[in-house]
């Protein structure tokens, strides 16, 4: 941990993480302790918010323009995982990483055609792919979260037979799992892509955030990758979900040339203000991310340490990067039917929703996720310790039938 900036998860207390009106705080009555949605109970690093008070002191706040993003960003990459990133001028700037997603699978398919996921996965990924007239091909994971490249071909030969134009959206690192994938699981996937002619979209908006004993290998620097594309952008790592701006970078020629058809009016679509700071974070919030990193790896740590007191029936999968635990609660015989389906958030079903009633401590619910995650809740372990012993000490508490 830098020994410059303080662990950014013990700065805030309760208390002031109680004022805050963003999503996680609020859907919530006050009781509730709310490790759910992915927003880090932290302070903005410092570079950021001095980047955003100049803009607003200079009255900066107009259209968007330049490719100052996408040199941070491909600087970044270089400094960080050794790779000599994108040409900043083949780079698209998108609202954030699931619009971008879903424009380019507009460069690339039609309505119809098979987009393949790795369930479970990312609720979004079936809600969006779904709205959007595409058809989801499910492939599942190893027991351990990791891709299973048996299932995965199996559903490249089942997505080519449906359409010629299958899109496979890979998630890395694997968001709920924490799996973060070798370079040798990426180039055996670029492998069975071009085997099957299958094109890669990857959701990289995790990438900054790789946990000690694992290395984040940016997809697009795979051999075999040059009609693929990657999404990446600051929101997960420096928390600025409520500052949209996400950056679309495209393997050479193929690529390239797709996405150089995107429409001019979506890179409207970012506020001028998110390109600011997230700019400022890739430029300017190492330090501050090293720091973060350190209080995840503690956090990871005292995690899976409090699980085994607590509720030792829980099954935990240590994740390799993300600040998201995905727990394997089947054991303790919690069931409640679901409501809502799959890629619907907040929808509230098993041991999720009895622990909300019973512990007072917000989940994200498994199913939601896709084929496998039924009985299952993907918890936030971005916050302080004393928050993370608190819900952890609930749980068990609710899952032995003793008053919490």
Not at 193 to 217: K, N, S, W
Not at 318 to 327: F, I, K
Request: aromatic residues 6%.
């Amino acid at each position: 941990m830098s020994a410059t900036v303080p662990n950014p998860l013990e700065v805030l207390s309760l208390r002031e993480l109680q004022r805050r009106t963003s999503m996680k705080w609020r859907v919530h009555p006050r009781d509730v302790l709310p490790l759910w949605v992915a927003e880090m109970d932290v302070l903005l690093a410092a570079p950021i918010a001095d980047a955003l008070r100049d803009a607003i002191d200079a009255g900066d706040t107009g259209y968007s323009a330049g490719e100052d993003y996408a040199v941070a960003v491909s600087a970044f990459a270089s400094t960080r995982w050794g790779w000599g990133g994108f040409p900043a001028e083949t780079a698209s700037i998108v609202p954030d990483v699931m619009m971008g997603i879903v424009e380019v699978l507009r460069l690339i398919t039609e309505p119809g055609d098979p987009v393949i996921v790795n369930a479970p996965v990312y609720p979004p990924f079936y809600a969006f792919v779904s709205h959007g007239g595409w058809r989801v091909v499910e492939s599942g994971l190893t027991p351990v979260g990791r891709i299973d490249l048996n299932e995965l071909e199996g559903a490249f030969r089942q997505a080519r037979a449906l359409s010629p134009r299958a899109v496979y959206l890979l998630s890395n690192p694997h968001n709920p799992t924490g799996a973060v994938h070798t370079r040798s699981e990426l180039e055996s996937v670029a492998a069975l892509a071009e085997q099957h002619g299958v094109r890669v979209i990857a959701d990289e908006i995790h990438a900054p955030l790789v946990l000690a004993g694992a290395r984040f290998t940016p997809y697009l620097s795979v051999p075999g990758t040059e009609d693929a594309f990657s999404l990446m952008s600051a929101s997960k790592a420096w928390n600025l979900a409520g500052l949209k701006a996400a950056l679309v970078a495209a393997g050479p020629v193929a690529a390239a040339s797709d996405l150089a058809r995107i429409p001019e009016e979506v890179s409207h679509g970012p506020s001028h203000l998110g390109v600011i700071a997230h700019t400022a974070a890739f430029q300017h919030g190492g330090v501050w991310l090293d720091a973060l990193l350190g209080g995840l790896d503690a956090n990871r740590r005292l995690l899976g340490e409090l699980l085994s007191e607590h509720v030792p029936e829980v099954g935990y999968l240590r994740p390799e990067g993300t600040y998201l635990a995905w727990l394997d609660c089947r054991s303790l015989g919690i069931d409640t039917p679901a409501s809502g389906g799959t890629g619907a958030v907040s929808d509230l079903a098993g041991p999720a929703r009895y622990f909300l009633d019973h512990a007072r401590v917000a989940l994200s619910s498994g199913h939601v996720f896709g084929t496998g995650g039924s009985g299952h809740v993907r918890l936030n372990f971005a916050t302080s310790t004393t928050i993370l012993t608190e819900a952890i000490t609930r749980l068990g508490e609710a899952s032995t039938g003793r008053p919490s």
